[in-house]
Structure formats: C-alpha cells, structure tokens
C-alpha cells in the first residue's frame, strides 16, 4: 500500500483547451512529476480520474498511463500513473470524493491539471511536514503565476480583509519558512487522509469553492494547515478558455456562494465578522482565524492621536496637515449631503462643512466625540458646523437610509474590527448613484498581522473587498497619495458580488 497518492482530477486540460493552442497543460504537469518525483523516497502512486474530457487530456492522460518510471527510480518499472475513466458529471467535488474512495495513500495530493511543480521531492517535503504535527490536515506551497511572481502563500478566508491569497505579490525573502494559514488552495495542496475522512470528504453540492468549504469543516474540527517555502509551484489558469460546464457559469458561482452562506451564516467572499462571531466564537474555526471579537477604536492601541491632539497639532505638524488636506480632497470629488464614518476628533468634518455641504461625522469613540462636540459649541457662532453623532457602532448609525450623496470611511475601515460590517452601512445610507469613498493606512509588509488592532490593506485586497461585498463598483484602482495611504472611490450598483468571484 502506497504511502503517498497524488491524485489529479482531470476534465479538458488539454493543448486544445489553452487559449492560444500553446499549452499542453496535463502534458506539463505530468512531465514535472516525472522530473521532481524520479527519485523522491516517498512510496507513493499518481491517479488520474477523468470527468468525461471533451479535448487531447484524455488521450495524453491514457498515454502517460502506459509509461513506466524510469531506470533509477524507487518505482522503476513500475506504471507511472492509473487512470480511472468515467462519463462527465461535472461536480469536482464527486470526482475528488471518488479519487479518495479508489485510493489508500495515508497522505494525498491534490493536484489540478494547469499547474506543474518545480521543487525535487516535494512529496517528501509535505509528508514530512505534515507528520512533525499531529493536528497537521493539509500543507501546500508557493503558488506562482506563469513569470514567476508569487500568487498565493496560503488563503485567509474569515479576515477582516475579507477572503484573499496570503502573500499575494511578496518577494521570496519576504516569506516565512512556515506559516499557519486557514485554507490551502485546492489547484495543490497535500493532506492527511484521516483530517479529510474525519470531516465527511468533499460536499458535492458546492460546485465552486469546494476546499475553501472543507477548510472550514477542517478547521472546525480542530485541524491546522500550514503554507511552506520549501514547496513551489506554478499555476497556469490565467491561459485556459473556458470550459463548458455549469459551475463557472453566473448561476453555478451563485448557487456555490448561497451554499456556503447557508452552511456557515456568512458570505464566502466577504464574510460579515458579526455573524461569524455570533455563531462561531469560543470554536476552533475562530481561533483558526485569529478573530478579534467586538471592540472600540481606540486611538491609543491604532498608533493614532489621543482625542482632540488633532485639533492642537494641526495648526504646526505639516504632516498631519496634509493628511488633512488629502482628505479634503477626497471628500470633494461629491458635492451633496455626506456622512464621515469614523470622524475622531471631528476637524476634517468641520472643515469641510465651512465648504456649505452638509456633513454628518459618526464616531464611536467616547472621548473623541465628547471633545469635538466642545468645540463645536465654541465655534457654533456664524459658522457652518457639522452634525456630530455618538453612536455605539460604527456600523448601525441610524442614519436615514438612502440619506447620503458620498459616504467616507477615512482611516476608519482599518481600525473597525468588521469592515464587512462597515461597508455594509456605507451602502445602505447611500442615495443612487452615491459614492464611498475609502482611505485607508497603506500595510507596508508583504503579510497582514492578523488579530491586530489595525488591519491594513494591499492595494488589490482593498479593491478586491470592496467589490466583494456587492453593491458598489469601484471607478478606479485603488491610488496612492505618496504619504502612506490608499484611496478608493466607488459608486452604488447592482453589482452581483459572484460576478467578480476570481478577484481583483
């Protein structure tokens, strides 16, 4: 019995289903097996289940089965991989489900038909990672794109930065050698077959999405999944045409999204934390996430000005006066009624009422209110002030729905614990065709500091959230204003949130 399966599911892979007839992309993969597994230590098999292939995969996938491993090998001689055949079904998740039943390595690795492998025994790397932790359920590696770039080094799925690949556009140097992370990928990924059958195996009835599902029973259950530099690999699905199935269709991307909302009470792409700690908070999946549960800003704790010091030091900190002046000018690309979530000490919106717009500034922090709300009143004679708002959560105003002609989150979206929450509230207090406006602290490291008190974006998870959350369609990437922050301005929409389910 084989210690290790690598197990590939297989439909329409092949040259004729690239985009330009250029890659051969079972034919690759199954070449970089032969190249980094020849003489890999591991005891291990390589299965293929093909879902009823349509192109030239079946046919490379049939030839391949009549190969043996080379002189040299552990397994010279030996067939190189078996080959299952079946009609197509068109649920990945039935085809995995079958790959495990017909297999009996203690570990297995899945593999998607697009990508190939670059590092020697990558087998044993994972076997051995996975075996120095017991609670250990799945390992994976760095996932490049085609050039080389650095795609993924594991996902985060419950993040306050919404669903994203961890690592995403970092240099090599940048990444640790292990990271415990909460979703591996499944185009690869390298479990223990114990974790996989403890949980119930893949769910059949989510057709996209289907290891982000299973991480979650996974972590639910206790598991732990980690993310190794000593792993690379590439992952060529930017060059595949579309395959004619339902499951990438508009309606397939739906139903998967509403299958996990109905599981797990919150949304895949961008999960509302308040629901998620409602249900889930004291579980495993929480302390898998590293979850903060529902707190106050509090400057002290963000790196900010103590309540009111913006008032003191506007007048001879230049820095802080141009923080303000780049707020100011965001919050002009709208003239009409405005709402600032997350105001602080109140400065930028007094000074943008004096522009003769009406401003009201919500902020949570008691303090903070407390001193703006002074000042106000020392300043209430000949002068256009804003409406100032204590309110227990930044993201329940009470603010009157559709209200608004521009809606500011400044430096506000990173400090509140549920961003989801927050650009929830943004959309509902929005009129047609109102705008958001988000700026927010730019992270300077490749990796989020999860379970912070700040949690700062990458300029793609800001645009990537934002449109994840539906309803807003963002006008232009993110921008930088040279002093360390992003910027995003997005107008209301229909916008379906599974209509942009690749990403940003």
């Avoid at 030839?63 to 080959?83: D, H, K, V």
């Avoid at 302390?287 to 913006?310: C, F, N, S």
Wanted: net charge negative; hydrophobic share 40%.
């Amino acid at each position: 019995m084989p210690r290790a399966t690598v197990i590939i599911p297989n439909y329409n892979n092949g040259r004729a289903s690239s985009r330009d007839g250029s890659r051969d992309f079972l034919s690759e993969l199954l070449s970089s097996l032969e190249r980094t597994l020849a003489t890999d230590p591991t005891d291990l098999e390589i299965v293929i289940a093909d879902d009823g292939s349509t192109d030239d995969s079946l046919e490379t996938a049939r030839n391949w089965s009549r190969r043996s491993w080379p002189e040299g090998s552990p397994r010279a001689g030996q067939p190189f991989l078996r080959l299952i055949e079946g009609s197509h079904c068109g649920v990945l998740s039935r085809v995995l489900n079958v790959l495990h039943a017909e297999t009996f390595g203690e570990f297995i690795c899945r593999l998607d038909g697009d990508i190939v492998l670059d590092t020697k025994h990558w087998v044993a790397e994972c076997v051995a990672l996975l075996e120095a932790e017991p609670r250990a359920g799945v390992v994976t590696g760095v996932q490049r794109l085609p050039d080389g770039r650095i795609h993924a080094f594991g996902d985060a799925i419950l993040s306050p930065l919404g669903y994203h690949h961890i690592g995403q556009g970092a240099r090599e140097e940048e990444l640790p050698e292990v990271l415990e992370i909460e979703h591996a990928m499944g185009c690869f990924h390298a479990s223990r077959r114990a974790a996989i059958a403890e949980v119930g195996g893949y769910d059949e009835s989510v057709l996209r999405g289907q290891t982000e599902e299973l991480a979650m029973r996974l972590n639910l259950a206790g598991w732990t999944a980690f993310a190794t530099k000593r792993v690379s690999f590439r992952h060529f699905h930017i060059e595949r045409n579309w395959r004619p199935n339902t499951a990438d269709t508009g309606a397939g991307l739906a139903s998967s999204l509403d299958r996990f909302r109905t599981k797990w009470g919150c949304d895949r792409l961008a999960p509302d934390l308040a629901a998620v700690w409602e249900r889930w908070q004291g579980t495993p999946l929480v302390q898998r996430a590293k979850l903060r549960g529902p707190v106050r800003w509090d400057p002290i704790r963000t790196g900010d000005l103590p309540a009111g010091e913006e008032w003191i030091a506007f007048e001879r900190d230049e820095s802080l006066q141009a923080n303000i002046a780049a707020e100011l000018a965001l919050l002009r690309v709208a003239d009409g009624p405005t709402a600032i979530l997350g105001s602080r000490s109140g400065l930028t919106a007094m000074l943008r009422a004096r522009d003769g717009v009406p401003v009201h500034a919500f902020e949570e922090h008691e303090a903070s209110a407390h001193i703006a709300q002074q000042i106000f009143e020392k300043r209430s004679r000949g002068m256009k002030l804003p409406t100032y708002h204590l309110v227990h959560d930044l993201a329940r105003t009470a603010g009157g729905e559709g209200q608004f002609k521009l809606v500011a989150l400044l430096d506000s979206i990173e400090r509140y614990w549920n961003p989801v929450g927050l650009l929830g509230e943004a959309r509902r207090l929005l009129g047609p065709d109102g705008v958001l406006l988000v700026r927010t602290r730019s992270r300077t490291g490749a990796l989020e500091s999860r379970g912070e008190a700040l949690q700062t974006f990458a300029a793609h998870e800001l645009l990537q959230i934002v449109r994840h959350v539906g309803g807003f369609t963002p006008l232009a990437a993110p921008a930088s204003d040279g002093i360390g922050h992003w910027s995003l301005v997005a107008r209301l929409s229909s916008s379906a949130a599974h209509l942009v389910h690749f990403g940003a």
